[in-house]
């Protein structure tokens, strides 16, 4: 195995034997074998693309191959076994739908052609060298297929969202398919892979803004909430990830069953919306990041539902109550099924299991609050426009992006405790769990962290950023008072990422770390373009932001 998507990856410049994250080297080799037959179909796609042919399923089962490969979504080495297996039967159906559209398939390339019988077959398949990211041996070349690889995998996550609500843009998943396949082509050079990356994060955009535009039409617009972070005496399931459709199912589901839901992770923002609140046994939301998920998960007692990443080996206390849906996946955890047409998904299993369970341990009290989104932000403009002219806000700090259990990260704690009063947090995704118990307080009443939502809500902080670019009638965003210090993890940041640059947001300041599949010379793009930068220590870094 070779992986380095992720910011924790080993030494900080990749996983050779078994993941950090906890993959194994076979589960890794079958991501890669995943990833490499995507490419294959998509070669054939973009073909039947040109000729205007539409492939039915493709899209749905692109979007998921990708998620499925997203760090901590899925451990399942049959899953992915079986996944392959389905991959290769979805290529012979489209080429031969090529075929009989007399289209020339004489060349194929191994990706769109390679053959595997048996689950010996396609590990032995997924062993092999050509199919790994090293495969690529010039380092520049690699980093911009694979940054562009992690781009596309963090959209496909979003798109999916979308997609589970009804909401689709036959766009993205063609720029998918297309990107996949173009970083096939050996030709391309490096100049013409640096444009894809920013296609990439055009499309990343596209991607949030449909998944935002999903969520708010069917939940409605997030408002400031007071989230309760205690626990009431009924027993309970704890939903993780990011998909609102699987939440919104459970509670329906569970009404009149005595069982409760609780949010963990980066389902939190789910109490922000409308629709979510008229559920009476919808309590609030029961610790923090996903990486202290061992603690939590443990003292919880209930039964816990991950409706995508990020999983973590689970301890023997607690595994026998876990179950995945919808891309994840973790051998031994049960799983419960996709939706048949319009039908809901059945959670009758987990719910059941979930009344034999212990009432969940208190470990806090209290409330935090969220539901910063575009629109309630807007809503405020008036008053936040005010504290800026009359220097009572001086700047904001975009501090989006992913949490992680590297000790480094203290830093962004420390960071938003230094930070001066007169400043503002504009957070979304689990990131915030660093300092959205911290009180920092409020600037006439507006308060000092205003969380928008999950990861694809940073969506929400460009369009606020564009706002007030508007409002104060200026030419550039960049010269609004406010800095990007983003802790990335995986690859959903990387799409995030790449879209605020498609945006023209400069500066950003990505940590811990930088990634580790930026080479010297992409890096050296990358801050020569857009002046990205990571960071240092608390102290230099606030005085660097404000000066
Ligand atoms: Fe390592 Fe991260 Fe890849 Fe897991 S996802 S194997 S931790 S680089
Ligand atoms: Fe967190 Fe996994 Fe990225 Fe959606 S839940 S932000 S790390």
């Not at 039947?48 to 039915?56: P, Y």
């Not at 972070?229 to 609102?244: C, F, K, M, T």
């Not at 208190?362 to 932000?377: N, Y």
């Not at 790449?498 to 990358?526: C, R, Y």
């Amino acid at each position: 195995m070779f992986c380095f998507q992720c910011q924790e990856t080993s030494k900080g410049t990749g996983c050779t034997r078994v993941g950090v994250c906890g993959k194994t080297s076979e589960v890794a080799n079958l991501q890669d074998l995943m990833i490499y037959a995507l490419k294959g179909i998509s070669q054939l796609a973009t073909k039947a693309d040109e000729i205007g042919l539409e492939i039915e399923g493709l899209d749905r089962f692109i979007v998921d191959g990708l998620f499925m490969t997203i760090t901590n979504a899925n451990f399942d080495r049959e899953r992915f076994l079986e996944k392959i297996r389905e991959a290769l039967v979805k290529r012979e159906e489209i080429e031969k739908i090529l075929l009989e559209k007399n289209v020339d398939l004489s060349n194929l390339s191994d990706y769109a052609s390679f053959r595997v019988n048996t689950d010996d077959d396609i590990i032995y398949k997924s062993n092999s060298e050509e199919v790994g990211v090293l495969s690529t041996k010039d380092e520049d070349i690699r980093s911009l297929r694979e940054l562009i690889t992690y781009g596309v995998k963090g959209m496909a996550a979003y798109y999916e969202h979308a997609h589970n609500l009804g909401f689709e843009n036959k766009e993205i998943p063609k720029f998918m398919r297309k990107a996949l396949s173009m970083i096939t082509d050996d030709s391309l050079t490096v100049d013409e892979l640096v444009k894809l990356t920013l296609e990439t994060g055009e499309h990343g955009v596209k991607a949030m803004a449909l998944l935002d535009e999903a969520n708010t039409t069917t939940y409605g617009n997030p408002e400031i909430t007071e989230v309760n972070i205690g626990v009431r005496n009924n027993p309970a399931i704890l939903v993780s990830g990011h998909d609102l459709k699987d939440l919104e199912e459970l509670l329906i589901q569970t009404q009149g069953t005595g069982v409760d839901v609780y949010t963990h992770s980066e389902m939190l923002p789910a109490n922000y919306y409308p629709a979510f609140k008229k559920y009476d046994n919808f309590v609030g939301n029961y610790g923090n990041a996903w990486w202290k998920q061992n603690e939590e998960f443990e003292k919880f007692n209930g039964a816990i539902l991950f409706t995508t990443n990020c999983i973590i080996p689970p301890k023997e206390s607690y595994k026998d109550r876990v179950y995945t849906t919808g891309s994840s996946g973790y051998p031994g955890f049960k799983h419960i099924p996709d939706r048949k047409g319009d039908n809901p998904k059945d959670f009758s299993e987990i719910i059941e299991h979930a009344k034999r369970l212990p009432v969940p341990t208190e470990i806090e009290t209290g409330k935090i609050v969220g539901g910063f989104a575009h629109a309630q932000v807007f809503a405020l403009a008036d008053k936040i426009v005010e504290a800026v002219k009359n220097g009572d806000i001086k700047k904001f700090f975009v501090m989006a992006g992913c949490d992680g259990r590297m000790k480094s990260r203290n830093y962004y704690t420390e960071f938003a405790q230094a930070l001066p009063k007169d400043t503002v947090i504009l957070t979304a995704g689990c990131a915030k769990y660093r300092y959205n118990k911290l009180n920092l307080g409020d600037i006439n009443g507006i308060p000092r962290v205003l969380d928008a939502g999950q990861c694809n809500d940073s969506y929400s902080l460009a369009l606020i950023a564009l706002k007030l670019k508007e409002i104060f009638e200026l030419n550039d965003i960049n010269e609004l008072p406010i800095a990007y210090n983003i802790a990335w993890y995986e690859q959903k940041a990387v799409i995030v990422l790449l879209s605020l640059l498609s945006l023209g947001v400069k500066n950003i300041h990505l940590g811990p770390t930088l990634p580790a599949f930026l080479s010297p010379n992409v890096a050296k793009v990358l801050v020569d373009n857009f002046g990205i930068g990571t960071i240092k220590d608390v102290e230099s870094d606030i005085e660097y932001f404000l000066a």
